[in-house]
């Protein structure tokens, strides 16, 4: 019989003997008279060396894929005889190609907010953080909001007690700066706001937005003006229209809403703007009665405010039409900024 004959004969034979095993002592016995270091395989790879030199290489190859087969029939009766001894990895293939690792990345959300703030930070503006679970009287007291307005109403804000709050805006964080420090003042602030809205494809009830102060002797509107236009031509490029109009709110006076150009229809009015206009942010002059409430003197120093929600630009600047998507953790959404 030729030797591959009897290498092949001697795979039937262990695996007959190996199904036959009833214990773990008479599997080690086998394993010992096949694989051991003096077992029938380890000397017929001995006596290849003997071989015609022309036979060796196919006759190696044969003996060590049959000791392979071998010695995982053995290790497959091992798992059946004592669950638990080999484990599941009986094989492993060292052909199969990695597994591929997927570095993280930031969120749509973060990326705009970090830009924004990068923004303030080159014109002199320094960042500070706010609280998101915030008082009735940083709310709206302390910023000029009358009991009775509208952004009061119990439909608007999330209230945990009588005074205690979610913050609607960013707001708060203008009374907590200039109650804790004296102007000059530039600083930006990021964060979530809530507000009671239903969620739709423009709403969500958790949202972020950035607050923006700067106050010193002899700020005036041309500085707000000066600020910002230089901010939008930042942030959406050098040929950025940027429209003031007038607005209302209750703790700057004058107001504006700060628009820029439609860049998608060039102004000429489309589903996305209506007007030609895309509204970006608010903003106005610190109203005095504000200053009252810091204890600043109203006559000596003056200063402007704005606030901007992040979802919106963001929004715009990738061309994103559900503001859910957000929220959703959806990670072929994520994956694509
Ligand atoms: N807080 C306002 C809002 O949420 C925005 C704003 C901030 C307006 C600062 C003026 C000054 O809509």
Known sequence: MEIQDSI?????EADKEIGAAMDQKSLEEIRIKYLGKKGILTQILHSIGEMPQDKRPQ?????????GEIALLYRKKLEELIPGTVGICTLTDLTLPGRKMTAGRFHPLSLISD?????????GFNVVDGREIETEYY????LNTPEDHPARDLQDTFYITRD????????????RVMENSKPPIRIVSSGKCYRRDASDATHSPTFHQIEGLMVDKGVTF??????????LVQLFGVNTVVRFTPSYFPFTEPSVEVSIGCWICKRKGCHICGNGYLEILGAGMVDPNVF??????????SGFAFGMGIERIAMLKYGIEDIRLFLENDIRFLKQF
Do not use: C, M, W
């Open 115 to 123: 830009e924004i703030l990068q923004i303030f930070k080159r014109l």
């Open 139 to 142: 709310n709206f007291e302390a």
């Open 222 to 231: 041309a500085h707000l003006k000066g600020i910002l236009s230089s901010f």
């Open 59 to 67: 006759a190696g190859l044969l003996a060590n894929a049959i000791k």
């Open 8 to 12: 092949k004969n001697l795979k039937n």
């Open 292 to 301: 009252k409430y810091v204890k600043y003197d109203s006559k000596k120093y």
């Open 164 to 175: 205690i709050l979610l913050r609607t805006h960013t707001s708060p964080v203008q009374i």
